[in-house]
């Protein structure tokens, strides 16, 4: 987002959220994909809990039944609110009508901005939760598996993705006039400080990416100019979603719903965007499990950032939901409401470390070090300390073991 001082791109609609709300600069994802990290955000428990690592269901048959009757949908209702949903969907053997909402478009993209706004448009009797689940940046994971498709299963999904191909060619568009080395030199992104794999990268994190071989080709034969297009597609794909949120936010804000409204703006995982040399998701770095999140309304304390409070969304959102709708969440949740927070009150006893998990294995963060325990191969517990190598390039090694770090990390676990 351009709020955060990223000058190569412009996000007005989510620059405009951060102006009126907080910002939370410590944000992360239960799990760096897709369906485990929405099936948090939806009920407000760890992917773990049924047995989901990644977006591969596995044996899962179905989820409980107490639990889809405990999602945010079913919670609102049951307290009187009209629930819908529009969009991305997107959750292990789930629909959004399992978990209480109103489906009321399945596109991702312009169409649900249209709908959504013509829904705040409308009179309500009754109070309301709209979910707008807008698909993109997530076009960009097109690119590596495109220019390298080879397995039929790869080749298909390109075929098929005729609307997200088409998406991000528009994306990668240059500025008309402007010659090649204007393009890199004035307003293409530059790699990041990070580019490089860390040093001594778990095997764990290799044995993820060769899984895909795509993600393994992108690594071993992207030139630094592609990383750059990458990035300078990734960061137009946001301008897009961001033009999409900003026709949601301009029809509530003229309705007559915008004084007593809360917006919360978040998303399920980020992208790598050229960090370590990668892009897609699911490793413990920062770039694909930290992700945005702000709260705007009637009460938030305008304009600040929060950089010191450790947020896991997809547990803290159904508590904060149900704290501003005073509703009661299920007793057995480990989230925590964040309007005190967004409210700029005190709060005692916040969370020391949040858990995160991946396919790959599990972490814990806290607000200096990040504690790795990997499933598999060399390197398998790792501890990184993130005012030493905010880039993540390098773990602690030994040093962790001799400062006493491991063992205090390992209480968490």
Not at 381 to 396: C, H, N, R, T, Y
Request: hydrophobic letters at 35%; a negative charge; proline letters at 6%.
């Amino acid at each position: 987002m351009s709020c955060t001082g990223n000058s190569f791109l412009k996000t007005p609609a989510m620059d405009s959220l951060a102006a009126s709300g907080v910002r939370f600069e410590r944000a992360y994802a239960t799990n760096p994909v897709c369906v485990p990290s929405r099936f948090s955000l939806m009920t407000g428990r760890m992917p773990s809990e049924i047995g989901i690592r990644s977006n591969d269901l596995g044996s899962l048959a179905s989820v409980p039944e107490e639990i889809k009757m405990n999602g945010l949908g079913h919670l609102l209702r049951k307290a009187g609110y009209e629930t819908v949903y529009g969009g991305k969907v997107h959750l292990p053997k789930m629909t959004a009508e399992d978990i209480g909402f109103e489906y009321i478009c399945k596109d991702e993209r312009d169409e649900l901005a249209r709908v959504a706004a013509d829904y705040l448009s409308q009179a309500h009797e009754k109070p309301f939760c709209l979910v707008a689940s807008f698909i993109n940046p997530h076009d960009i994971c097109y690119m590596a598996i495109r220019d390298f498709a080879e397995t039929e299963g790869e080749k298909r999904l390109v075929s098929r993705g005729v609307t997200e191909t088409q998406t991000l060619d528009r994306a990668l568009q240059r500025p008309a006039g402007m010659s090649e080395d204007e393009f890199f030199q004035k307003v293409c992104p530059p790699l990041p400080d990070n580019h490089l794999p860390q040093e001594d990268e778990p095997e764990a994190i290799r044995w993820l990416i060769a899984q895909r071989p795509f993600r393994q080709k992108a690594r071993d034969t992207w030139s630094e100019q592609r990383w750059r297009e990458h990035r300078w597609a990734y960061q137009r794909l946001a301008e897009f979603v961001d033009a999409q949120i900003g026709r949601v936010l301009e029809t509530l804000r003229q309705s007559e719903y915008a004084d007593n409204t809360i917006v919360i703006f978040t998303s399920d995982h980020g992208d790598h965007d050229a960090a370590h040399k990668l892009e897609h998701k699911s490793t413990f770095y920062d770039e694909a499990c930290r992700i945005p999140l702000i709260i705007s309304g009637p009460g938030v304390t305008a304009g600040r950032v929060d950089r010191d409070h450790l947020i896991s969304n997809g547990l803290d959102l159904l508590p904060t939901v149900c704290d501003y709708a005073s509703v009661e969440p299920p007793a057995d949740l480990k989230g925590k409401s964040l309007r005190p927070l967004a409210e700029g009150k005190k709060t005692l006893n916040w969370r020391e470390a949040l858990p995160v998990e991946s396919e790959i294995g599990k972490m814990i963060v806290t607000r200096r070090y990040k504690y790795m325990v990997y499933d598999r191969g060399r390197d398998e517990e790792q501890v990184i300390d993130l005012q030493a190598s905010p880039g993540e390039m390098k773990s602690m090694g030994e040093e962790a073991e001799r400062q006493g770090v491991l063992k205090k990390l390992r209480r968490f676990v």
